[in-house]
């Protein structure tokens, strides 16, 4: 059950009513901060799933959600606005392989990679990674838009802290 807000003609949160945070002593090392999004299909949905999938793999443990923003899209415009969202998990994979990790879940959640801001039924994106700093063709660690993007910042200031 989601709570509907607008904050202008553009943007809407929806709030779960089912708050999830966990913080216990763990035996992952890591904490991730990671950017969901996606614009085809039940996002909302399909994030709960995501949500349940990661709660149920023991590579990782679910820690906290953020709030869900319905945001227009950028870079390709002619398509369905996104849901946007941030999910706190710990694990114990090193950055490189935690991005391998990520993109074989995008694919399980039927991800098909076509064009630069193509539509796509989930997107994660790495946003922090402890505190560590990865400068790599591949992987970049703080992700380096998150500071531009409204679909990242409202997000991250809904967690609790």
Same mark, same amino acid.
């Given at each position: 059950?989601?709570?509907?807000?607008?904050? @202008? +003609?553009?943007?809407? !949160? =929806?709030?779960?009513?089912?708050?999830?945070?966990? #913080?216990?002593?763990?035996?992952?090392?890591?904490?991730?901060?990671? $950017?969901?999004? $996606?614009?085809?299909? +039940?996002?909302?949905?399909?994030?709960?799933?995501?949500?349940? =999938?990661?709660?149920?793999?023991?590579?990782?443990?679910?820690?906290?959600?953020?709030?869900?923003?319905? @945001?227009?899209?950028? %870079?390709?415009?002619?398509?369905?606005?996104?849901?946007?969202? !941030?999910?706190?998990?710990?694990?114990?994979?090193?950055?490189?392989?935690?991005?391998? =990790?990520?993109?074989?879940? #995008?694919?399980?959640?039927?991800?098909?990679?076509?064009?630069? @801001?193509?539509?796509?039924?989930?997107?994660?994106? !790495?946003?922090?990674?402890? #505190?560590?700093?990865?400068?790599?063709?591949?992987?970049? !660690?703080?992700?380096? #838009? =998150?500071?531009?993007?409204?679909?990242?910042?409202?997000?991250?200031? %809904?967690?609790?802290?």
């Amino acid at each position: 059950m989601f709570i509907e807000r607008k904050l @202008n +003609d553009s943007l809407t !949160i =929806y709030k779960n009513l089912r708050f999830y945070k966990k #913080e216990q002593k763990s035996f992952h090392r890591y904490r991730v901060t990671i $950017g969901i999004g $996606g614009n085809v299909g +039940d996002v909302k949905r399909r994030f709960a799933h995501l949500e349940t =999938y990661f709660k149920r793999d023991k590579r990782v443990e679910f820690l906290q959600k953020s709030l869900i923003l319905k @945001n227009p899209p950028f %870079g390709f415009m002619n398509q369905d606005d996104f849901f946007n969202s !941030i999910i706190i998990l710990k694990t114990s994979m090193q950055p490189m392989l935690f991005l391998n =990790y990520l993109m074989r879940v #995008e694919k399980k959640f039927g991800r098909k990679r076509s064009f630069a @801001n193509a539509p796509r039924t989930l997107d994660l994106d !790495i946003i922090f990674f402890d #505190e560590r700093v990865v400068k790599k063709e591949r992987l970049s !660690i703080p992700h380096p #838009e =998150y500071s531009k993007r409204v679909s990242v910042l409202i997000p991250l200031k %809904g967690l609790k802290k």
